[in-house]
């Protein structure tokens, strides 16, 4: 069977974020978070798609007390998906796109949208090197992120 003739690549992924920081002092909310993702993926020769489904349970601290002033925080549990697309330049390089969306985690708030770019370089079976940019879409938000790491297999 060659690449072309693929079966769908299939993922399911679940996290526990540990509410280990304290929302008085600014770090975090205290409470724990759960996600939970599904994922396909196919290769069409040197193209590939994917795509992923999720939902997060966001933990909310409720009401709370800052520097002597009573604060509300009530976060909405959303649902949050991926579109992404992989292309193989050569051998050892590869270039990506992907768009990320949620709903809004506060009553009032946007709704989330990042588009990502990433380009992958394989000095070897084991070893690469990435990079990643990537913009929010979010009405009202201007963020850049950029990124790169070593990978080696050990």
């Not at 992120?145 to 070593?150: E, H, N, R």
Request: aromatic share 12%.
């Amino acid at each position: 069977m060659n690449e072309d003739d693929s079966f769908l690549s299939l993922s399911a992924r679940g996290e526990v974020k540990l509410g280990t920081a304290d929302v008085t002092v600014g770090l975090g909310t205290g409470v724990n978070d759960y996600f939970g993702e599904l994922g396909a993926s196919k290769s069409f020769g040197d193209f590939s798609i994917s795509a992923g489904l999720g939902y997060a349970i966001l933990g909310s601290p409720g009401e709370i007390e800052i520097n002597d002033v009573k604060k509300s925080f009530y976060f909405n549990n959303i649902f949050f998906g991926s579109l992404g697309a992989d292309y193989l330049l050569t051998e050892s390089f590869n270039i990506g796109m992907e768009l990320a969306a949620g709903q809004a985690t506060e009553t009032g708030g946007s709704e989330q949208r990042d588009l990502s770019v990433s380009m992958s370089y394989h000095f070897t079976e084991s070893q690469s090197v990435d990079f990643h940019a990537v913009r929010s879409m979010t009405p009202g938000i201007t963020s850049h992120t950029y990124g790169a790491s070593f990978s080696t297999a050990m």
